[in-house]
Every structure is written in C-alpha cells, then in structure tokens.
C-alpha cells in the first residue's frame, strides 16, 4: 500500500485563528470560522469567481463616495475575532483600505455578498445566513448559481433575518441608494452550462 502523505494539524481551545491561518497555508483553501467550527471552502471555480467579479464591477460604480467593494475581507463576530466569516464580496468604508489590520468590524459592512458553490449544502448556507444576522451585519445577499436565484437579507435583529427578498437571475436586487440602487443580475452564470457565445 502507497504511503500517502497527510496534512494533520491539531487544534487547541483559543487558537482556532491560528489553525484556520496554517491550513490556508498548507492548503490554499478558503478557511473560515463559523460559531467555533472551522469551515473550510475549496478554491473556487471559474464561474463562482467571474460571478464574484461581475458583481463586484455592478456594484462599484453606483458606490457613495464612501464606500468599496472587497473580495476576501473577513468580518469578525463582535466581541470574538476568532469567529469570523469571509464574504465573496464585502461592502464597507474607503478608510479600510488604508488598514493593516485584515479584519473589518460587522457594524462597518454595509453589504456582505456570498455566492454558492455547487458543494454547499442547505445546512451549511443556514448557519452562515444566521451567523451573519448574529454579527449584525446590515444586508446579506446571497448569490445561488446553481438554481439562477438570489436572496436578499436585512434587518439583523436577535440572530435572525427579520426582511428577506428572493428573486430571479434577470431581475433586479433592491439595494439602496447609497449601494448603486438596483444591482442587475442579467447575464449571471448557471452552474453546468456552457457560457454564450
């Protein structure tokens, strides 16, 4: 039998940080912690990182001044930067561009945009959405190549979403003024299918 080579990296109480940290090393995977548990997500492929791209050059331009559109920024739970989150797309302040930090406060993010991999299951897209309405954050909208859909989540309030729109890949998300207004979803791909011409 082949010996096969293994990555095994113990996790101690208090250094999850530092474990999710060694494994993005080891790995190159995305690693984050949600409520305690390290969630590890595979390098994304090419359709969930253009979707990332288109939405993020939609959004950039109807911007306030204020405002930046980042890819993997990670948004920590209040109180415990051990528990933190990465968004495909974070919405927040132009002054986080001049941090040397690598963390942005929840009560900073304006919009947190993930979009689903073809591996995610519903559970583990239940307990992100609830994470970030636990963090606070104003406005998840979640992206969901797989069925052509997409929600929009606000009003964090007691770990839940209390305002949710579901729509179409071709319609509209209502994103409020400040974040460009209506964000189009035309021309958004399907897991599966080939691109147009």
């Not at 994470?131 to 797989?146: H, V």
Request: charged share 25%; net charge negative.
């Amino acid at each position: 039998m082949a010996n096969r080579a293994h990555h095994s990296i113990p996790v101690r109480r208090g250094h999850l940080r530092e474990a999710a940290e060694k494994i993005e090393q080891a790995t190159g995977m995305r690693v984050e912690i949600i409520g305690g548990k390290l969630v590890m997500s595979p390098s994304p492929s090419g359709k969930h990182a253009g979707t990332v791209i288109d939405l993020r050059d939609a959004i950039r331009p109807g911007l306030a001044a204020t405002y930046e559109a980042y890819e993997n920024v990670s948004v920590p739970m209040p109180d415990d930067p051990d528990d933190y989150a990465t968004p495909d797309l974070t919405i927040g302040p132009c002054a986080f561009k001049e941090e040397d930090g690598w963390l942005l406060d929840a009560d900073a993010v304006v919009l947190a945009v993930e979009v689903i991999s073809p591996s995610e299951r519903l559970r583990g897209i239940n307990e992100k959405t609830a994470w970030y309405a636990a963090a606070g954050i104003a406005r998840l909208l979640q992206i969901d190549p797989r069925t052509g859909t997409w929600s929009l989540f606000s009003r964090p309030s007691e770990g839940e979403y209390k305002g949710v729109v579901h729509g179409k890949f071709g319609e509209y998300v209502p994103l409020p003024a400040g974040l460009g207004g209506d964000l189009p979803t035309f021309g958004l791909p399907l897991y599966g299918t080939p691109p147009g011409p």
